[in-house]
């Protein structure tokens, strides 16, 4: 069955209190036709990548606007590596310099979207990558 | 079929294991109703049974989640392991789903003792997921003491969770105006234990009462009852306990841990009998009929289950001889639809 929808996890990592995009893009996600995991503030790498495995997640989706995205991005993706969760999609977005992109991606964060990018092009982009798994 | 059938068993013996990625992905297969779910189902069915089935219902906002978070800790602490199925609705119009029951959960994420699954409801009404039942069998089946089952924040009607559970919990808030008709006869008809919950709020207490007055002038509840006859050596169901809790401090949430394990210790006289005889006949039955739709408009039949149904729009057939026809048909093929 491949007409299930897509499953989305919306995961905020560190100390960062800034939740109005990660909130945005999840109920927009979901009138994407996606079905979206919220999991909250403040959450360890160890917590969200155990959230993406329980779920059964077919993309991890990481916002944050803390400026600690070097250390934290690079921890989801090793332990998700390290669970076999290679995959899942990773896309992230918040305030992350461009400079810093080409190492992140290098850590296998597939995506970044920056300060004003829209709903369509996050569900668009995810669509072009994802092939959801019957199980 | 025979590689679903392969893989399913795989996922199976994984699960049960303790692998808790080949569990993930059975809940997926069951959510999407696979051949690979169908093949698990069979297969770790006979190893359920032991957990302890308990739904969790009530107004959107009265506390569900908080208090599922609150009971792991509890259970935690008791040594017992906990699943969790928090089902949120799904968009008619998208098909999307905001899962968000999970946020409340999230300090118990790491713990392996513990596993939490948000499922969204996919069209289906009655609180819960069509697959929320062998969702939970395989979170059973996989070892775990206790399973949570939250429904959609309920309107009134959703009473599905008892079926499901063996024990049903219904939660209310605490009611700043006169009355409670916020409780909804139905709802109340299938609760085995009454939680107010928010019991930090003014008001908990004459909550409480109002609902306890509420439930001994009312027949005793209905279990969910099976429509196979209950023989008279059937205990009455007890009326509902009514207890107060602050499941965002913890409150009065050992006293409902206890309360639980009470009820389901009474089921050895029969009460949680009673609502697995539910369970099993509504599991059975789904599958009979939707066995029958597919028979029916499988290749072979299609045409003569097409011509009869025309004939029932067309009234030269009534519909009660048209489904004796179709039922006939099925034990001898012969016969004409
Ligand atoms: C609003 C705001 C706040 C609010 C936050 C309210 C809330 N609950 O969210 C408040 C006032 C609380 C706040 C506090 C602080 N803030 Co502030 N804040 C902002 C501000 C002005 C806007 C952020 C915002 O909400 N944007 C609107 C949303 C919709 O956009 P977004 O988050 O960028 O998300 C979009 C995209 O980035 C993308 N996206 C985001 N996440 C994801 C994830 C995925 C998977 C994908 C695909 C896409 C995606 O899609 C979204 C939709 O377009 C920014 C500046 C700015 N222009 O961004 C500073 C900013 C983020 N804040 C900043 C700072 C420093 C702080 C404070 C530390 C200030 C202080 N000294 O007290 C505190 C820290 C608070 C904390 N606990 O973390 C700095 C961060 C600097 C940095 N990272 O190096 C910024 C950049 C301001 C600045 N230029 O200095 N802040
Ligand atoms: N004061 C108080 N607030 C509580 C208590 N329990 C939960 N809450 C708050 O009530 C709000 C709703 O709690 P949830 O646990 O999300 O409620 P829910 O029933 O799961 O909600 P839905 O899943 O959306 O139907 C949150 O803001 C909680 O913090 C409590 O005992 N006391
Ligand atoms: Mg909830």
Redesign the pocket.
């Known amino acids: 069955m491949t007409d299930r929808p897509i499953k989305v996890l919306?995961a905020k990592p560190g100390?960062?209190?800034?939740?109005?995009?990660?909130k945005?893009?999840a109920r927009g996600l979901r009138d994407e036709g996606f079905e979206v995991v919220y999991t909250g503030l403040r959450q360890t790498p160890e917590m969200i990548v155990t959230a993406a495995l329980q779920e059964d997640v077919d993309v991890v989706?990481?916002?944050i606007?803390?400026?600690a995205h070097m250390t934290l991005l690079p921890r989801v993706t090793r332990l998700m590596h390290e669970r076999g969760l290679d995959d899942v999609l990773v896309?992230?977005?918040?305030?992350i310099p461009d400079d810093d992109i080409p190492a992140l991606q290098e850590a296998g964060v597939a995506a970044i979207?920056?300060?004003?990018?829209?709903i369509a092009e996050?569900a668009e982009y995810i669509r072009t990558h994802v092939r959801p798994t019957g199980a | 079929m025979s590689e679903d059938r392969i893989r399913g068993a795989e996922l199976a013996e994984a699960a049960v294991a303790g692998d808790r990625r080949a569990l993930a992905k059975l809940l997926t297969a069951v959510e999407n109703r696979t051949a690979i779910a169908e093949a698990a189902v069979r297969r770790l069915y006979p190893g359920a049974g032991s957990a302890h089935l308990v739904g969790i219902t009530g107004a959107p906002g009265a506390g569900k989640s908080t208090l599922v978070a609150a009971l792991i800790a509890e259970a935690r602490l008791a040594g017992r392991t906990v699943a969790v199925v928090a089902v949120d609705p799904s968009s008619p119009i998208t098909g999307g789903a905001l899962l968000g029951d999970r946020v409340r959960m999230q300090a118990y994420a790491t713990d392996d003792g513990v596993f939490i699954r948000s499922m969204a409801s996919r069209g289906h009404a009655g609180g819960l997921a069509a697959t929320s039942t062998s969702a939970a069998t395989v979170l059973d089946a996989a070892g775990f003491d206790l399973v949570l089952l939250e429904t959609v924040g309920t309107g009134q009607s959703e009473v599905e969770v008892a079926a499901a559970a063996d024990t049903t919990v219904v939660l209310e808030a605490p009611d700043m105006g006169d009355e409670v008709q916020a409780i909804k006869a139905g709802l109340l008809e299938v609760a085995d234990i009454v939680v107010v919950n928010k019991g930090d709020r003014p008001g908990a207490q004459r909550t409480a009462a109002q609902l306890r007055a509420m439930l001994t002038v009312t027949p005793a509840p209905r279990r969910a009852a099976s429509s196979l006859g209950e023989g008279d050596d059937h205990p009455a169901p007890k009326r509902p306990e009514v207890l107060i809790t602050t499941a965002s401090t913890g409150d009065g949430v050992a006293a409902l841990l206890a309360a639980l394990d009470r009820h389901r210790a009474a089921g050895r006289d029969g009460l949680v009998d009673a609502a697995r005889l539910a369970r099993a006949e509504a599991q059975v039955w789904a599958i009979v009929s939707e066995r029958l739709r597919d028979r029916f408009h499988g290749e072979a039949s299609r045409p003569a289950t097409e011509s009869t149904l025309r004939a029932v729009a067309e009234h030269r057939l009534d519909p009660y001889t048209a489904a004796d026809r179709l039922l006939a048909s099925l034990v001898d093929p012969r016969t004409p639809a």
């Open positions: 919306i100390l960062d209190g800034h939740d109005r995009g990660a945005v893009l989706g990481l916002s606007l803390s400026g896309t992230a977005g918040g305030i979207f920056g300060p004003g990018t829209t996050v």
